[in-house]
């Protein structure tokens, strides 16, 4: 049997990502202290991750503190101004001294490509610390050698604690191990949490005792030509009241150093594997950097295996007062950061988000049927089937804050279901998971939208917060999502054969919804040309574009749209983001005003333009901060890959919003399952090559439309059938086809 072509080549991804690694290193040259990191919402220093555990770092000449958090651990009970509810914290650390006197040399490196924090201490003799993270095991690992012809003394302090004394911070010895917990709020609430960290020295005899409550401090002696592994396990969370210490215990005595190289080993691996899922070569150093951080972050904050979802701050909590309680912001902001996830080949990470928005289901339909009231007065009296979530909740489970007038916050999700069935091929997951979300959210859309007539026929129209407080007849926003829904149901009931009974409902609220309102801007500047306002009223405040919604994530308004209507967008983008200087705003909406204009073909200069302000934003970590958000702004993956690649009514879109210059992109997976590698010479595609999904033809808007176009795999011509935009040819799943122009 002949061997099936790869889309891998090894040689190459290689030789791409040692190009990148200057661009994935964050350094430091001085020492930088907590308060310099310290943050309630993203991390402002080094930081690493493994979807379960986060960890961020802060130094001074002669030590290391790596503070630490986990996904799970979670109090109850906690109140600021956005309510009383579940709130996420940290859980300690652990700080690595060095007993010398302070010298010249200090550096510091974040190795985002290796994930791993590099220190050089700024004593003599100096000590090299290198630390990293298990992946699937929750163990944070620095091993420490040092050139020094003398003993250099070490002291590790394994500690319980965060900003505030609102918990139970404690420590203790057990044998040669340091362990140290925290409790959460045990008084009027739903549960109690424990999170611990334990820590022992591999490669030295060390000194252990209990110096303080929460504290426990480890000492021994490092020796030339010698390593010692600082290991600390980081266990607990949940809702059981137990910080697993006992378990912790032993496996850390049973632990060997041949353990430790192969847990790095794992990680290794793993790390290498995620980075070459997929890339882009954009031409632009910066925004290759934004992008290849964005994957960084992403792969940091979210496992397929990770006990809970984290929120908007992923793992890294490391606050007790935490932003939004470092929650799950239901209406757009905690989306975005699994956006970019499908077309880069990832999809798998966003499975921690599915297992909570699933578990939230049983309280989403009480709520709809008991508490619409709540979203307004005037639903008083007013039930529902289906789901109605509020804008905030912690990935544990648990719902807290009030609604913001929105009825949205469960429909919000409809696109990343549909998404995974589209760029997977997967209909298991569409039959048990997919369908059974996206039907909820229809049931919810048919009992809540309202028929009145409508000039000589009906419409269905939908009163509701289009932004957060307001109160809106028929903004576009939601009106995308209830069409949306209503097409998602109508195609994925005739892939699976259910509900044929439902369809003519469908159909007819889909072919009577209302217009999008177009009205003339009211601000200066702007162009003088209609845009979509944001409800039948005319509002057309703030200056963002969540009217856009319906060109993502709904993907109702795509390049097959009108031409009248692709215009009416571009002028609305220009209106808000560049004229009313949106671009400026990190607001809620995070970087996904980028895709919008991408999926529409807004001017592509401009965007790159404005994307590279943001990037030149980022702080010494790379990271774009701006107080409030954090994994929702690596949805400028997606913008760049809706610049390269879209699928549109089946049909793949290369390069659709490019600029005139070269650019690439390897391995992006389009909807239907296909993977996708070209190159783009700043005039036409120059090299395309496919891997097929499981749908049996692959549809490919014609990137040479006045040439001859020829298809190959393994070796045997493949006939291609040309249509008016687009030519198409049968496939074979897993099968990788060249596609050139004669």
Known sequence: MQRMESMYDEQKDEAFFAGKRNLLTAKWEEPFSYESIRSKHAPMGPFMGNGDVGCVSHTTANSQTIRISKVDFVTDGWEDWTGRGPAALPIGGIKVSVDAPSAEGFRYEMDMLGNELRMTSGTLPAVEMTSWMGRGSNVIVTELVTASEHPVTITVDTYAGGTTSNYEDKAMVKGTIAQAYRRTLTDSVRWISQAGVSTRIFGAVSSVKQDAENNVKSTFTLNAGEKVYVVTYVSGGGTEDNARLDEVYVRLTSLSVKDLRRLKQQKDLWWTEMWRRSYVETGDDLIDRQYLVSVYLQASAYDEHSPACGGMYGVWNMDDEMNYHGDIHLNYNSQGGFYSMFSSNRPELAMPYYRFLEGMIPEGRRRAKEELELVHPSLKGKSCRGLLFPVSALGIGGFYCTYWQQTVNAPFNVPLFSWYYEYTGDETFLRERAYPFIRECGDFYEDYIQKERYGNSYRYTITTGGHENSWDLNPPSDVAFVEQTFRLLLRYSQILNMDA??????????????????????????????????????????????????????????????????????????????????????????????????????????????????????????????????????????????????????????????????????????????????????????????????????????????????????????????????????????????????
Request: hydrophobic share 40%.
């Open 501 to 742: 009974d439902r369809r003519d409902k469908w159909q007819d609220i889909v072919d009577h919804l209302p217009a999008y309102k177009v009205i003339m801007p009211t601000r200066q500047p702007n162009q003088g040309l209609p845009v979509y306002a944001k409800n039948e009223a005319g509002w057309d405040a703030p200056n963002h574009m969540i009217q856009l919604h319906a060109a993502y994530p709904c993907e109702v308004l795509n390049l097959a749209s009108s031409p009248e209507a692709l215009q009416i967008a571009r002028n609305t983008v220009h209106y808000y983001f560049v004229a009313q200087e949106g671009y400026k705003l990190m607001n809620e909406l995070g970087l996904s005003a980028y895709v919008m204009g991408a999926r529409v073909a807004f001017d592509p200069e401009i965007l790159i333009d404005k994307m590279r302000y943001q990037a030149e934003t980022a702080g010494k970590n790379f990271l774009i901060t701006d107080g409030h958000h954090c994994l929702e702004k690596s949805a400028i993956m997606e913008a760049v890959h809706s610049m390269m690649l879209q699928t549109v009514d089946d049909v793949l879109y290369l390069f659709p919003d490019w600029m005139k210059k070269p650019a690439s992109f390897t391995r992006l997976r389009a909807k239907g399952g296909f993977l996708v590698s070209a190159s783009y010479d700043g005039a036409q595609v120059t090299e395309l090559k496919i891997q097929a999904g499981k749908v049996p033809v692959c549809k490919i808007r014609n990137p040479w439309p006045d040439r001859e176009i020829e298809v190959t795999a393994n070796g045997r011509t493949v006939p291609i059938t040309i249509y008016r935009d687009y030519c198409a040819f049968s496939v074979r799943e897993n099968e990788v086809y060249h596609v050139v122009c004669k």
